[in-house]
């Protein structure tokens, strides 16, 4: 540490959060990438350690993304690309998931809410639970953003039709006052 924990690789980090570098070995050749151990319960790794620190190491991974997502509120959010860097969490999920980021009128995050979760290969989520936060937060853009941890991509008449249906979910649509101004649907993790 002496140093700084830029010096330090990632056996080391991970052996830091452990304490016990072995066993961070362990878990990287098994698992590969950090990526791959994102995606661990604190089942699977109970092979590996116990549950004290199965559920230590989950618990770090989850903080690292979500200082991951904060520091990335500060961004614009104006390209399907910075929508899909700011949920890339979303690529580790083993479950589809689909969630609404809510934009003020500067294209800033406001929020990112959850709005279903899935199975490996579907999400269904009704139109009230995607637009409930979008009024609630008071959001001038909202943007849905979906994965495919399957690795299925879908047909493109079946992305059309998620984004139909998200246009017609729309406030516009039913004469609400809310001036929302913009709907997008982002696709990541396949």
């Known amino acids: 540490m002496k140093y700084g ?9 991970l052996g830091l959060v452990l304490n016990d570098q072995s066993k961070a070995l362990s878990l990287l050749e098994h698992f590969g990438l950090v990526a791959n151990l994102t995606r661990a319960s604190v089942l699977d790794l109970l092979g590996f350690v116990s549950p004290a620190q199965a559920a230590q190491l989950v618990c770090a991974l989850r ?12 961004l614009l959010i104006d390209t399907p690309l910075a929508v899909a860097d700011l949920c ?3 690529r580790f999920l083993s479950h589809e998931s689909l969630r609404v980021v809510l934009l003020n009128t500067k294209q800033q995050l406001i929020k990112i809410v959850s709005v279903s979760r899935g199975t490996l290969n579907e999400t269904l989520a009704h139109p009230r639970e995607v637009l409930k936060p ?5 959001a001038y853009a909202l943007i849905l953003v979906h994965n ?5 991509i879908p047909h493109p008449v079946l992305c059309r039709m998620v ?4 246009r017609e979910a729309s406030p516009f649509e039913h004469g609400m006052r809310h001036k929302t101004r913009r709907l997008t649907v982002v696709i990541v993790g396949f």
């Open 163 to 166: 984004t139909g249906f998200a």
């Open 88 to 90: 890339a969490e979303m």
């Open 5 to 13: 924990s830029e010096a330090l690789d990632t056996v080391e980090h």
């Open 148 to 152: 495919h941890p399957s690795g299925v």
């Open 134 to 138: 979008v009024i609630a937060f008071s």
């Open 63 to 74: 903080l690292a993304a979500v200082a991951l997502r904060e520091e990335r509120s500060r």
